[in-house]
T-cell receptor, first 116, second 110 residues
Framework: NAGVTQTPKFQVLKTGQSMTLQCAQD?????MSWYRQDPGMGLRLIHYSVGAGITDQGEVPNGYNVSRSTTEDFPLRLLSAAPSQTSVYFC???????????????FGPGTRLTVT | RKEVEQDPGPFNVPEGATVAFNCTYSNSASQSFFWYRQDCRKEPKLLMSVYSSGNEDGRFTAQLNRASQYISLLIRDSKLSDSATYLC???????????FGAGTRLTVKP
C-alpha cells in the first residue's frame, strides 16, 4: 500500500515553461487536493476534487489547472511557470472519518519546484 | 486577516516540560478542526482531530472553544521526538476545503 505518491520530487523550470506534477493514491479515497506551502504562509489550497470528473478551485487557483479522470490520479498542470510559483507542492487524499465534514487527509511527500 | 492564525514560535522547551499552543480561526461556521504535525522537509501528518468536548491521546490534549473561536493543543512530558511544526487546520466550508495555519515550531531540548 503506497498511500499517496508524487512525482517528481524536485523540479527546476524556466519562466514560461509548462509541466505537470503527478499525484496518485491507492486508498480509493474520493477526495483529493493540491496545496502549496511557502515559508510563513502555511499550506494553501490550490484545487480540490470530490470525485472523478469533479474539480473545484481552492484559495489560490490562478496559474494552475487540474483534472480528475480516475479516482486514483489527480495531476496538477502549470501552464506557464512564473517565479511566484516557486514552492513546495503537496497532494493529499482524504475520506470522511465521521459525520459532517470530518476529513482526515493523507499527504504525499511533496514536490519542490523552483522557477527561475 | 488570515483565516487561521497561530503563534509561529519557536517554542524551545526542555524534555519533560508541558507546552501549549493556541490557534484562532475567523469563520464562525467552521465545522471540523485538526492538529497536524510536520517534520522538517516532510509532509504533514494528522496528529489528532479536535472534538467539541475536548479529547486526549496519550500526552496530547486538544480543546475547542467555539465561542472564542480558538483551538488549543497541550503536550505533556515533552520528548525530543516531539520536535516538529504543529499545524492547526480548520474545515471552514464543510466541503473538504481545509484552511491551514502557518504552524508553530517546537524544539524539545535535552
Amino acid at each position: 500500500n503506497a498511500g499517496v505518491t508524487q512525482t517528481p520530487k524536485f523540479q527546476v523550470l524556466k519562466t514560461g515553461q509548462s509541466m505537470t506534477l503527478q499525484c496518485a493514491q491507492d486508498m480509493n479515497h474520493e477526495y483529493m487536493s493540491w496545496y502549496r506551502q511557502d515559508p510563513g504562509m502555511g499550506l494553501r489550497l490550490i484545487h480540490y476534487s470530490v470525485g472523478a470528473g469533479i474539480t473545484d478551485q481552492g484559495e489560490v487557483p490562478n496559474g494552475y489547472n487540474v483534472s480528475r479522470s480516475t479516482t486514483e490520479d489527480f495531476p496538477l498542470r502549470l501552464l506557464s511557470a512564473a517565479p511566484s510559483q516557486t514552492s513546495v507542492y503537496f497532494c493529499a487524499s482524504s475520506y470522511s472519518i465521521g459525520s459532517g465534514a470530518n476529513y482526515e487527509q493523507y499527504f504525499g511527500p511533496g514536490t519542490r519546484l523552483t522557477v527561475t | 486577516r488570515k483565516e487561521v492564525e497561530q503563534d509561529p514560535g519557536p517554542f524551545n522547551v526542555p524534555e519533560g516540560a508541558t507546552v501549549a499552543f493556541n490557534c484562532t480561526y475567523s469563520n464562525s461556521a467552521s465545522q471540523s478542526f485538526f492538529w497536524y504535525r510536520q517534520d522538517c522537509r516532510k509532509e504533514p501528518k494528522l496528529l489528532m482531530s479536535v472534538y467539541s468536548s475536548g479529547n486526549e491521546d496519550g500526552r496530547f490534549t486538544a480543546q475547542l472553544n467555539r465561542a472564542s473561536q480558538y483551538i488549543s493543543l497541550l503536550i505533556r512530558d515533552s520528548k525530543l521526538s516531539d520536535s516538529a511544526t504543529y499545524l492547526c487546520v480548520v474545515n471552514a466550508y464543510n466541503n473538504n476545503d481545509m484552511r491551514f495555519g502557518a504552524g508553530t515550531r517546537l524544539t524539545v531540548k535535552p
